[in-house]
Structure formats: C-alpha cells, structure tokens
C-alpha cells in the first residue's frame, strides 16, 4: 500500500471542513416568529406600523403587513433586504438571529387579514 504524504491528509481534512462549515453557513436559521414580533416592537415600530403595535410615527415607511403582502418579497428576499445596510433605514445592528427572527414575523403574516 501507497503511503501518502502528511501534506494530503491535511489537504483533504481541511477540504472537508471547508465543505461542512460551508453548508452550515448557507444552511439558513428557522427564525422565531414571536421573537421578530418583539425586535419589531422595539426597533422597528417608530417608522413601521407592526400589528398591534402603536401606529408608526411616519407614514413614509411600509406596514409589516404591507411587506408580508407583497407578492415580490418572500422570505428569502426580506432576509437579504436586512442583511445588507440600505436607505433610508438607518443602520440596525441586527444580530443574524434577530433577522431571521424578523423574517419569519414577517412571512407568519402573510395569511393575517
């Protein structure tokens, strides 16, 4: 049997890993619909109206119901919308958990009348 070099035992480990921390970090997080709920009321609700919440203090900005209904904006894409700073919302320092919570609050709302 061939011995091979220590070199390509490492090559290879480190081609694994590579792999299983790659899926793992597109492997996107459930989200807790609640939990966005509440990131909503504390960071969200002075420019956006969010259900039961108090009433926005602008009307320049859409409703969490107003983006649940929009048939361009799916889950994914509200992700990626709170992932990347944009104007004119200021720059939150959400956590990626507390997007994926966000996203999930707003795709629980998509059926809400």
Known sequence: MKRRP???ALLLWAGMTSLAYGQAAQTPL??????GRQTALRGCATCHTVPGGP???TDTA???????RNPQRNRA???AWLMEPHMPM???QLTVREIADLAAYIDSLRGTP
Do not use: H, S
Request: net charge negative; proline share 8%; aromatic share 12%.
């Open 77 to 79: 894409d509200v992700t």
């Open 90 to 92: 200021p720059n939150f």
């Open 30 to 35: 459930r989200g807790d619909a609640e939990a």
């Open 62 to 68: 859409p409703t969490f119901l107003g983006i649940a």
């Open 6 to 8: 220590i070199g390509f």
């Open 55 to 57: 009433a926005a203090a």
